[in-house]
């Protein structure tokens, strides 16, 4: 059993937890892989011009680090994830061009905070135009990869955490036999179920129950086999 994180960024993609669409510009959506499922005010981004604005490294691990910790600066963002001020001050600013993230209020320059405009995005349709689709994976791959890297290092942590919060931490696969309606149901049931319970943690800190921490969960659910021909 090991430990599951809750992100609040579901990037229903692709990841992964959401406010009130953006107005102009491709909204961001948060992050489960590959289903069709979507939670009700998670965002969806088909333009190819915005899925490869926000395929950056540093993009990414600001959008990830403002839906973990709130409004920020780009001083107090580069403090926490290795680049300098001037280097997030950019990518904020970008981010911001494209409906991801925007003022906070308050400060000047690199002084003035940040924020989400959304927690949460959908990418990654099926139906989209080749281009779109390789956009889309690439994206979802610098995702998935910060995700599982937040995963291993779970792994390789645990011991430094309170044996209650090792042994409450899980860590399970399922085998399953569903027709294609089934795992459509399941994805959305399972979607709507933490998004329900609990988006407003995610929205608001001062609901987030004392002694809570961030607790991030992958949900994976696919084919090991194809279907057959009357699938």
Not at 57 to 68: D, H, Q, Y
Not at 72 to 79: H, N, V, Y
């Amino acid at each position: 059993r090991e430990l599951s994180l809750d992100i609040h960024l579901s990037i229903d993609n692709s990841r992964e937890m959401t406010t009130d669409d953006a107005g102009a510009g491709p909204a961001p959506e948060q992050a489960a892989a590959g289903g069709a499922a979507q939670a009700p005010g998670v965002r969806e981004v088909t333009d190819v011009r915005t899925l490869r604005a926000l395929a950056h490294p540093v993009r990414v691990a600001l959008i990830e680090l403002l839906t973990v910790e709130g409004p920020m600066t780009a001083t107090e963002a580069a403090e926490r994830i290795g680049e300098t001020p001037t280097t997030c001050s950019f990518h904020l600013r970008q981010l911001a061009k494209y409906g991801f993230v925007e003022e906070a209020g308050g400060g000047k320059g690199r002084a003035r905070p940040w924020k989400l405009v959304t927690i949460g995005m959908r990418f990654g349709d099926a139906n989209a135009d080749p281009e779109t689709q390789v956009a889309a994976g690439v994206l979802g791959q610098l995702f998935r990869e910060r995700q599982l890297a937040h995963y291993w290092s779970w792994r390789q942590t645990r011991s430094n955490f309170p044996v209650a919060w090792q042994n409450a931490a899980a860590d399970s696969e399922y085998l399953l036999h569903l027709t294609l309606e089934e795992l459509t149901d399941l994805n959305e049931e399972l979607l709507t179920m933490l998004h329900n319970r609990y988006r407003e943690r995610a929205l608001d800190p001062s609901t987030r129950p004392s002694g809570s921490i961030p607790i991030e969960v992958l949900l994976f659910t696919y084919p090991i086999e194809l279907p057959s021909e009357d699938s």
